[in-house]
């Protein structure tokens, strides 16, 4: 009785007309089954982090070239005290690692005090830009072995269901319950491969974004070189020897 219902069910979907594309992928969702649902939860979630990581990135590089835009005209004229407010009131990245570098200048610093201050600013500022994007190669991860899972999981109830059938009819019946069970490791890869591509994608504009603002750094701190020679300290006094007979 189960062969014969197991047997109806593959003719008819052998039978069945040609459907549209949104009856194809209703009927490669069902036909995966249960996993098929979580890995498309894993994707959705891989997708919204990857959009609004974009966002926040683009934006945060807009803002940086505008800022320093605006910054440069008025470090180039040495007038540091005017930048330094640009700066502290700036809600860009670049324009918070200058206001560190520029607070330092007016207290008569040494240069390694102000490249340290900017050293602190850029560790203040990477976390913000790294944030979240290296959960998209997690769940890329997650997708893939969620879609081997799957199938091994449908491979399993395959093999359990054709094991009473009548062996003239075994093959017919596992080739079908395998290929069913295929559409969980085509899923998972078809959900990995995009949000690795995001991952590589987004992994390059924040190092772009990182060599502009540490290539703004050397150029501010060269400019404090040249508007402020490097203090040269005194050598020490060097006590009078005391001679022989004293």
């Known amino acids: 009785m189960a062969s014969e219902a197991t047997q109806s069910a593959l ?9 549209g594309m949104y009856d194809t992928i209703v009927s490669f969702m069902q036909n995966g089954g249960e996993f098929m649902y979580i890995i498309l939860f894993v994707f959705i979630i891989g ?22 835009k605006k910054l440069l005209p008025i470090l180039n004229q040495g007038n540091f005290r005017q930048a330094l407010e640009m700066a502290t009131n700036s809600n860009s990245a670049i324009g918070r690692i200058l206001a560190y570098g520029l607070s330092k200048v007016g207290d008569g610093r040494r240069h390694d005090d102000l490249e340290m201050a900017m050293e602190e600013g850029m560790m ?21 072995l969620l879609g081997l899972l799957g199938t091994i999981m449908g491979l399993i109830k395959a093999f359990t269901a054709v094991a009473n059938v009548d062996p003239s009819e075994k093959a017919n019946l596992l ?12 899923f ?10 995001m991952f590589t994608f987004l992994q390059t504009k924040t190092t772009e974004i990182v060599d502009s603002i540490e290539m703004a750094s050397v150029k501010f701190v060269n400019m404090i070189r040249a508007a402020r020679p490097k203090e040269v300290k005194p050598a020490p006094a060097r006590r009078p020897v005391p001679k022989a007979g004293a």
């Open 11 to 19: 003719s008819s979907a052998v039978e069945q007309p040609e459907l």
């Open 47 to 68: 997708l919204a982090i990857a959009i609004e990581r974009f966002i926040y990135l683009s934006i945060l590089k807009t803002k940086n070239r505008l800022a320093w």
């Open 124 to 144: 203040e500022i990477l976390p913000r830009l790294e944030k979240r994007t290296p959960y998209l190669a997690t769940f890329a991860n997650i997708a893939t």
């Open 175 to 186: 080739s079908a319950s395998i290929s069913v069970a295929m559409n969980t490791t085509a």
């Open 188 to 197: 998972g890869l078809m959900a990995a491969i995009p949000l690795l591509l």
